[in-house]
């Protein structure tokens, strides 16, 4: 079974303050996509990366695949109250029918106050 | 172009009950996807339709079901409702083209509470 474990769990900072979001693994996967999720919302995807050591940025948010293919990581610069949201990493897997599913993390609850 | 829409938004039952959940999916896309948010928690595969067919299924037992009509919207059925289905349901849809899906587009869910 593939697990993607994200680290902190909880984090509540001031805006302004630059924050890293962590997702790990023990398995490889072909991809790996972040999402953003409001209260009362589905997941909005925000980047998806599939080349091991790829770094994207999005403005003020820097995404980074590791190079095995097993972890990724998000960087959020001069975090605003609308970052304030629950982020998801999850990874790209086959399924036996030839489609894809998604195995989501754990979550990060991150919370920008004034 | 209308995005992933389902219905209902919210849903009570009690235990033992049955519930149908719905997903219209994207315009264009022919692959629906099912997934189970319990609260503070990630989401959770439970099935896949493609062309009407289920193409693949996670770690759920066999009492949660599903359909996908020839217009690509989808059902979710869940038998005989335990205390612990308690969550948000989510459809997500994408389109598969020449064996290749791409992105998933996820819709508000169905939060669902079992009594």
């Known amino acids: 079974t593939q697990l993607l474990e994200q680290s902190p769990q909880f984090l509540s900072i001031q805006e302004g303050e630059n924050l890293t979001v962590y997702c790990n693994s023990s398995s490889v996967f072909s991809s790996l996509q972040w999402y953003r999720q409001e209260p009362g919302e589905g997941p909005v995807l925000l980047v998806t990366v599939v080349t091991g050591g790829e770094v994207k940025k999005l403005k003020r948010l820097t995404f980074q695949f590791g190079d095995a293919r097993k972890d990724s990581s998000l960087h959020i610069t001069a975090a605003q109250p609308g970052d304030t949201g629950l982020y998801l990493c999850a990874g790209g897997g086959v399924l036996t029918g030839g489609g894809n599913k998604l195995t989501f993390g754990t979550g990060t609850q991150l919370k920008v106050e004034l | 172009e209308t995005g992933v829409t389902q219905s209902p938004t919210h849903l009570i039952k009690t235990r033992g009950q049955q519930v149908t959940l719905r997903c219209s999916s994207q315009?264009?896309?022919?692959?629906v996807s099912w997934y189970q948010q319990a609260l503070g928690q990630g989401p959770q595969f439970i099935f896949q339709?493609?062309?009407?067919?289920?193409?693949g299924r996670g770690n759920f037992p066999p009492r949660f079901s599903g359909l996908q009509f020839p217009n690509y919207s989808s059902e979710l059925n869940v038998n005989a409702l335990e205390l612990d289905d308690s969550a948000l349901y989510l459809c997500?849809?994408?389109?598969?083209?020449?064996?290749?899906?791409?992105?998933?587009?996820f819709g508000p869910g169905t939060r669902l509470l079992v009594l």
């Open positions: 997500a849809s994408s389109q598969t083209v020449g064996g290749y899906q791409e992105t998933q587009y």
């Open positions: 339709y493609y062309r009407e067919e289920e193409n």
């Open positions: 315009s264009g896309h022919n692959t």
